[in-house]
């Protein structure tokens, strides 16, 4: 593999065969776009996070993803901290062939911290990088159609409460009970130590052996973790997995430690690790076939 130059000199150039799971370049260029100056931060109610949602609804058409919503937008409100804000979450439904009345929720957050005191909060790993997940996992699904129903689900307002999420769960489009599993992904594109963490197996024997059954590149280490049993802080309630799991829907979280640029201004492109991302979106991909692979 080579190494671009200039716009985008950490994509991997790639032949024209036919990707085993999805276009890396096209998923690093999905997210630096998305961390990019023109979506300002992306913050819940302002129009950097209007253009993000009109991005991903965009990327959701062209991958033959379905809307399961009027032109995939769940629209909601919130008050946060004296302050009443506007969110939309953006749904795509991709149908199952085996199990069509199981849903498997795959989602990410979209939003971020936006401008603070002049200063642009690109949220590039937190959570430009979950969000571009979703479009590897749509072209993923376009190529291999999922036993069961997927929904995509790009939620807003994480940072501020994870409100698009509990949204979502409180008014559900498709049944709590038909909802079998959520994949959450929140910050996977760095880590010093190619770690990956994997929450929610420890009060899941099933779910814990699809995941540990699975193989790794060497340059990954998925490691189970983080979950209230160990030592590590327990990251349950830390992303919108916290809101399924409130409803009794089993979920798997995949995230990273954080970083010296976690919430700051320096989570940029130009700060991830491309290789392990790439890798690490493969790694999810695999326990989702693993999960699909079963009637769990």
Known sequence: MLMCGLLYSQAVVLTNAKPDYFSEGALLRHMQSLSSDAFQGRRTGTKGAA????????????????PITKNYLQPFSFAYEAKEYKGVNVLGLIK???FP????VISAHYDHEGVKQGEIFNGADDNASGVSALFGFAEYLKNYPPN????????????LGLKGSGYFVNHPIVPLDKMVLNINMDMISRSDKKELYVVGTSENKNLKHLVQTIKTPNS?????????????????????????????????????????DYHEPTDVYENIHPQFYI???????SVFKNI???DF
Not at 279 to 285: D, F, H, Q, W, Y
């Open 51 to 66: 253009k993000a949602n009109k991005y991903i609804v965009n990327q959701f058409y062209s991958l033959k993803v379905l």
């Open 96 to 98: 199952g062939s085996s």
């Open 101 to 104: 009345e199981k849903y498997i």
């Open 148 to 159: 069961h129903s997927v929904i995509l689900a790009a939620f807003d307002a994480e940072e």
């Open 220 to 260: 990954i280490k998925l490691m189970l973790g983080h979950d209230g049993y160990d030592s590590l802080e327990n990251w349950t309630y830390a992303s919108d997995h916290a809101n399924f799991y409130k409803k009794s829907i089993p979920f798997l979280y995949f995230g990273v430690e954080d970083h010296k």
């Open 279 to 285: 890798e690490a979106v493969k790694t999810i991909i």
């Open 292 to 294: 699909d692979g079963s």
